[in-house]
């Protein structure tokens, strides 16, 4: 998010809550150094969200949303990805096991043997 969005949002912020918004230069240099990596638009949306449910202006991490880093994020989905390529190859690597193991394997329990013939 630019500095000119901050602005932005502050000024939707100062229509619903008038006085409770401080709009100094340092809180908006304050509040761009914590939204600065944060689309704007999804800053938008949840104070829209936000502002329909509490009488009280949003802190930062309401206004983020209450979902943290989008980084971590993407982050989590890339390793997700990862992950389920990694099943996919192990999947496709896997041998069936030799016919007739699972019988060979009930006739050992019920004879309590345990050595293989």
């Known amino acids: ?3 000119a ?6 000024i939707k912020l100062k229509e619903e809550y008038a006085h409770q918004i401080d709009t100094s230069d340092t809180e908006i240099d304050r509040l761009h150094e914590n939204l600065k990596d944060f ?8 104070v829209e969200q936000h502002m329909l449910t509490n009488p009280w202006p949003p802190k930062i991490a309401q206004i983020r949303g209450g979902v ?6 993407r982050k989590a989905k890339d390793q997700t990805a990862e992950y389920f390529a990694e099943r996919d190859k192990a999947q496709a690597a ?3 096991m030799p016919a007739g193991w699972k019988e ?5 329990l ?6 293989r013939h």
């Open 39 to 46: 689309p704007f638009d999804v800053a938008c949306k949840n």
């Open 110 to 115: 019920k004879s309590g043997t345990t050595a």
């Open 1 to 3: 998010m630019k500095r």
């Open 5 to 10: 969005q901050v602005i932005d949002l502050l």
């Open 104 to 108: 060979e394997l009930y006739a050992r």
């Open 94 to 96: 896997a041998k069936a």
């Open 68 to 73: 943290g880093d989008l980084r971590d994020q």
